[in-house]
């Protein structure tokens, strides 16, 4: 296919695979909304879809609508996190490593910056810096385990490191329990982080300052540039893809298999720790996560989403983080029950990811374009024949 | 007109979903009772048109008429219930279970809710009797030997009534006993009124057993001809729109020091019986030594030792001296040593990589093509123009994925890499299997070419006219053992070699022991 | 010490054991079908959740038990077809459709909870635990003569009868899987699709067959979770068994009966984290305990395997 | 009064007022324009409820619901609850939806609760100066933002009352299923300072009644898994003979109630709210009691005093009995099963702290590790 008649697919599909699932969505919030005619019910719905669509970056509202850099700040905020671990699982997918402790690692990352940010004094800036590597590489450790007993001993990785996720959220709920927490508090939370460690807003604004979108975002983004050049342009990463491809062709070649593996996965502990890191020291004051906290699991879904490409984890990342906003509007603004978005978003994902929907469309454009380039070629034959007789 | 064809496929237009045009308006057809022949180069399309025939894929425009009457094919269990049966060029089997379950999959005999399978062996038992092809329905398919595998593809095509029977390059993978024993059986079924398509790019084979033969080239039939009709060369023409030159010419090796030294190697396999017995030869700088044998006789295990895949029980190797013996693949390619893997699908390539990824996947590392952490771009899409243009490989451009390449392309990928990191010995195994004449003659030229620039070849192939042209030397394995050694195999005849593959000859331990140069 | 101990060989301990077991030995049977046919169904905790609401709150309409069970294994069952319908049909990767159905198990249960009872009961309940009463529970059955028994009885005798299915449950999914035609397709078209559907097994009815089948046991899973081990449905309360399912699996090396034994470690481990916090211990250090021992006897199972394979 | 305060409002008394503390009553003193604005009864406010959590919960949330519900029902208030969600990566929703609804600026009032609250709302709370915000079972930054109000209550006075309670009750082994031993359960969420208060309260009612009184006490690690607290009850029952358990688990602590109800060897009693209206009536026929902390009742209050023209912002107004902030449930079960002498136990043990003479520790802000001695103590 041409990358014109490439783009206009994707394009027309995503469009469309978003029109059925904000349908479906419709329909369950018309079903659930407790107006009492038919009428009214439209009305909600209507309103509903605005607030999903819109209302993420404008204010909706009797005045008219109007732009809120505000909602912007919490959209990009919110990817932070889950950039990150997107960008954990990535690494690790891309060396067919079903690895899930991101969700893990990014608690562990985030109460282990925590500890160094409250307890181990520093210069401002280098606090932060060192918090946040100290996250990475403590996680990057542990995923030695999963890593190595996959190399050494066959244990699938995927097991592993779900159980070591909850191993390692119950032994951090001890060590606050009895170590850390702040006893004066009414919830479990560490002391408040030193100021030195703290992550700075962006924006000096009050109002999007508690967006909190922090410099972790800009170092989000070079981290997605960061990993993109090394998986794509370095020779680990190489390494790495082809192993996710053809393991057999990659101990043939002469690549150190078992190594790469490891590798990828202490990589992509690193990242989710290093995003647990930013995470807190740029949103919170204090550590309070009490389970795990789902960052790894959205991980997973925006690394699926950007076909395991670090470039595309942004883009995933910015959807995911629209839609979630697009769906806190929906509840703030127009009643729609909290639970039932995990519904909306269920479906909008499913049918986004959904690769054969359309398909049939795509092989006619398929071979639309192939027979015009055999046709081409043809008539170039030709030409080229009469040119020579 | 139309009653004398059991398979009229008209106009066949096949596009896949990458956008590969791999049919354009395809005209087939089949005579009841006979053999047809499907010829082409790899990638040509043959495949693709049978694929349809047999309902694994859907024409993207066209007609199927069977027995006068035209029928969509939407699956294969419909191809099947029309009584058309197929073996595909790559074993569609389940390893881990028994012949018989693999026979009887799909349609399984049933006592209560349970499967019957006394009732599955003793189908089995019968139609292996009734079709004179032997097989034990007991074993698990994984153990059994490739020849024995082909067979339980046929019979599973005819268990199920199949009377048209397509064979996708059946003989690609068996001896030439087997061959000839195939061969044998199809007769006997044409003879019954079966009606069978037989795909090969062995011409000898063409010629000896098919009535009828249509030609393809790029997705495009050349037309269709007595097979009676045609020569050799001919058939070649058509297929590839140019000569083809069937014999390679080589000059006299000019053998040097000892590259590769493998003294006494042994080696039991998983159900302990021995592979390799008491191994020893030389290969030498400039000269190639071929293995012959028939498959299962060692190869396989030899080459795996020889490349770290495995390790011995006893013996030792050394290229230039220094052992590789439960050496790394790293390692024993840092020495200088490339390996043509038997099974490139498997080993040879890394399918959803791009062109330009297989070709650097031994010399990531390598010092010319990284800029300190980054890869130097450049020097890698230099790299792989230049190999692509050397060995001539058919893509669109270096960031095609290998995995949509045909078959003989991706071979040339592979060869091109293991060619082109200044190797010391290349392992060659199998380098030609399932592969086309262009491409066959392309990769010999080039095997010869590089052993008379001074490196060591070791090769190793089921293709008994394959080894004895090209070889310098050869040795014969059976059963683990080396049984023979020839300096010159000009003065071979093929009988002669025969005997010892099948293991009814075997010369001394002394004259065995001359390919040991030391 | 001698508390733990004593506390330890009491037959409660035991019986214990075997109900922590019975719902992961579901999950985990569901797990190692769909591994069969070829792919992981991560999904399995959002079914049990979809199960154990609907299962409840039928039982309640209907005010008998009988028909709560089904309905919870006909929503298992029409929810995995879903599942089936986006990865199959629709070609959405399998792990996300698995994650989508665990967002929805999650809060989507609790929406339609609310929504449902808001309609029948005309107050929006978050959770069931107030409309079901004992006798819409899985009846427990008192076997005759081993009931009588001393120590064993106790252990063996009294359990849900969803509990003995699940050991059941065992062998009829080994029988099926190996003794079977449709198991022998299913382990077909698992190990080698293109095999499968050149001899006209449809490939895609037999991965529709496998991921129901594990909706079925996901079905049966969710009931014990509402109607047998808890009174009624509440937010999250299958609370990761699904995901200890998928470790079951891997350690019970992908077969029927080592699965089950791999569901009774962590039932062991679990009822032992019980009795350590009997004692005293923080239960954030008892809690991890089932976790930890699957990746220890992992890891151990390794050891045997490669000391095995080295042997050869 | 000296009869328990149970389901009836807080209190149509000025009194609560006294109960702030004294350094922040300045704050109350806003300016006269605010103050004519504020006061007047008939007004209906504009009320928006976050909840950080979700409804259902048959706790807090619910409760503060309910008295939302009432003010709503009585015209008095129009009132928006928004379910924001409970898990880790629901936090940044909550700071965001504040600072949406804050930037509204249409309601009179914002309501949030728990000890995970305060940060977000002390940020938005300055942000927003002229916004009203109510914040309930919190009081980490009591007094520092003028525009909030701290509503706490004293859960440990609470599990003192069920303490007593439950010490006398086990001790009468002509009840049903009371066992010759003084041995009694609770199961709580996390152990976390909140859950601890309504323990150390309960230790020390029960040891005010029988010294040696064994307390088993375990955690579910969350609110949600109601099969592990059902484990948990069935080991207290089985290996540590309880005949008590309090559950103070959320949704999961009813696991405790059904290992009474299969074992048949044990009582439950109900937190928050009275759980014997939301059981089932097989399970409900087992709840003794529940502990009651009437949030909803506190809002309501809240409403009242502003009705009345009493502001509270920026003070901390902390419930106990006496305010009917907390109580324990004495109608049903209560009476049916409890003697003369376990009702006028629990009769005097009330009256003592609303006198003052008897003093409940607090784990909340407790540095001393109190409440692990304690634990300690009673373990059986
Ligand atoms: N599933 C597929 N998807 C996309 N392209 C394909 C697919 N199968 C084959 N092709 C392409 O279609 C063309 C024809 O392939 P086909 O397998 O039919 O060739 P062939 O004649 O059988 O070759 P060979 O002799 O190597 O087996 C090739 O270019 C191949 O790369
Ligand atoms: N308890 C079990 N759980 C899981 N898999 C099993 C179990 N027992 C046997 N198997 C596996 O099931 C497959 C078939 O087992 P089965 O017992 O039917 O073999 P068999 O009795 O040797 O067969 P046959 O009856 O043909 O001789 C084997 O691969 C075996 O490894
Ligand atoms: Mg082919
Ligand atoms: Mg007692």
Known sequence: MTKKREMIFSIVRAALAILISLVVAMLLIFISADGSSVGEKFKMTGEALKQLLIGPLF??????????????????????????????????????????????????????????????????????????????????????VPAILKVKL???????????????????????????????????????????????????????????????????????????????????????????????????????????????????????????????????????????????????????????????????????????????????????????????????????????????????????????????????????????? | MAEEYVVQMKKIEKVYSNGVAANQGVDFNLKLGEIHALMGENGAGKSTLMKMLFGMEQPTSGEIVINGEPTVLSSPSVAISKGIGMVHQHFMLVPSLSVAENMVLGMAPRKGIFIDKAKAIEITKENAEKYNLHVDPEMRVADIPVGMKQKVEILKALIRGAKILILDEPTAVLTAQETEELFRELTHLKQQGYTIVFISHKLNEIKEITDRITIMRNGRSMGVYETKDVTKEEISRLMVGRDVVLNVQKDEAKPGETILSVRDLEYLNEWNKKMLDKVSFDVRKGEILGI????????????????????????????????????????????????????????????????????????????????????????????????????????????????????????????????????????????????????????????VELSRSGIAVLLVSADLAEVMELSDSLIVMHNGKIVAYFDDTKKLSDEEMGEYMLGLKEMSPEEIRRVCHD | MANLIANMLTPEFFFSIFRISAPIIYATLGAIVVEKAGFANIGLEGLMMFSALFGSLISYYTQNWFWGFIFALFVGVVMSLVMGFFAFKLKTDIILVGIAINMMGSGGTLFLCKVITGITEGNTLASTTGLVTSKLMIPSINIPIISSIPFIGRVISGHSLLTYLAFIFCYLTYLMLYKTSLGLNIRAVGENPGAASSVGVSVLKIKYIAIAFSGLMSGFGGAFMSMSYAQGWSLDMVAGRGFIALAAQAMGGGECFGGMLSSILFGFAQALGIKFSSIGVDSNLASPIPYAITIISLTIFGIVNKRKAYKK | GGQPAVTDAPADTAEQTQTETAETTEAATDSAEEKAEATGEGKVYNIVYLVNGNLGDKSFFDSAQSGLDQLKAEGRANVTTIEMGGAEEDQPRWASTLDDVSAEGTYDLIICGTYQMPDYLKETAANYPDQKYAIFDDDTYSGQSPNVVNLTYRQNEMGYLIGVFAANMTADTSIDKMNDQSNIGFVGGVDSPVINDFLIG??????????????????????????????????????NNCDIIWGVAGNAGNGAAEAALETGKAWFIGVDSDQELTFSPDLAALTLTSGLKNVGNSLVWLIDEWDAGRTHWGTEVNLGIAEGGVGIVTDKNFDKYANDETKAAVEKAQADILSGAIKVDSAIGDTSGKVDELKKAVQP
């Open chain 2, 292 to 447: 012959a044998g028939v498959e299962g006789n060692g190869q396989k295990e030899l080459v795996d030792m020889l490349f770290g895949f495995a390790r011995p029980m006893a013996g030792t190797a050394t290229v230039e001296g220094k052992p590789i013996i439960a050496k790394g693949q790293q390692e024993i390619r840092e020495l200088g040593v490339s390996l043509i893997p038997e099974d490139r699908m498997l080993y040879g390539i890394a399918g959803n990589a791009t062109i330009e990824e297989n070709f650097i996947s031994d010399r990531c590392n390598a010092k010319n093509l990284n800029k300190g952490p980054l890869f130097d771009m450049k020097a890698i899409h230099n790299l792989s123009e230049k190999l692509v243009e050397d060995y001539k490989v058919l893509c669109k451009s270096p960031e095609q994925q290998v995995g949509m390449l045909s078959g003989g392309n991706i071979q040339k990928v592979v060869v091109a890499r293991e060619f082109s990191n200044n190797p010391k010995l290349i392992l060659a195994n199998q380098p030609t299997r399932g592969i086309d004449v262009g491409a066959t003659e392309f990769i010999r030229k080039k095997l």
């Open chain 1, 59 to 144: 204010r909706v509202n009797a005045n008219g609508v109007s732009f809120e850099g505000k909602r912007l700040a919490d959209i990009l905020s919110a990817m932070i996190p889950t950039i990150f671990t997107g960008l954990s699982v990535c690494v690790m997918f891309s060396a067919n490593q079903f690895n899930l402790g991101s969700e893990g690692g990014i608690m562990l990352g985030a109460f282990v910056s925590a500890v160094v940010a409250i307890y181990y004094p520093m210069p401002a800036g280098l606090h932060a810096v060192m918090a946040v590597v100290i996250g990475g590489a403590v996680v990057a450790l542990v995923m030695l």
């Open chain 4, 202 to 239: 309960f230790i020390e009612g029960a040891q005010s009644v029988n010294p040696d009184v064994k307390v088993d006490v375990r955690y579910t690690n969350d609110y949600v898994d109601t099969a592990i607290a059902k484990e948990y009850g069935l080991s207290m029952i089985n290996d």
């Open chain 1, 154 to 389: 066959d244990v699938s990785e995927m097991v592993c490191s779900l159980m070591l996720n909850y191993v390692i959220m119950y032994i951090i709920k001890y060590l606050m329990n009895n170590y850390y927490a702040d006893k004066t508090k009414g919830q479990i939370q560490t002391y408040p982080f030193l100021n030195s460690s703290r992550i700075a807003s962006i924006v000096n604004n009050p109002v999007i300052n508690s967006a909190k979108l922090t410099w972790g975002f800009v170092i989000a983004l070079i981290a997605v540039i960061i990993t993109g050049l090394f998986m794509y342009r370095s020779r680990w990463g190489y390494q790495i893809r082809m192993i996710g491809i053809n393991k057999d062709f990659s101990k043939y070649s002469g690549m150190k298999v078992g190594f790469i593996i490891v590798i990828s996965q202490v990589i992509g502990g690193f990242l989710a720790g290093a995003g647990g890191g930013i995470e807190v020291l740029g949103r919170y004051n204090t550590f309070s996560w009490s389970s795990l906290p789902g960052y790894g699991w959205t991980g997973i879904t925006i690394a699926i989403l950007a076909g395991n490409n670090p470039y595309y984890v942004p883009l995933a990342a910015f959807f995911m983080a629209y839609l979630q906003k697009g769906c806190d509007m929906m509840a703030t603004y127009a009643n729609v029950p909290m639970q039932l978005i995990s519904i909306v978003q269920a479906v909008i994902f499913l049918f986004f990811a959904a690769e054969q929907f359309l398909s049939k469309y795509k092989q006619s454009l398929v071979v639309k374009t192939a027979q015009e380039e055999i046709a081409a070629k043809a008539a170039l034959s030709k030409e080229g024949g009469a040119a020579n007789g």
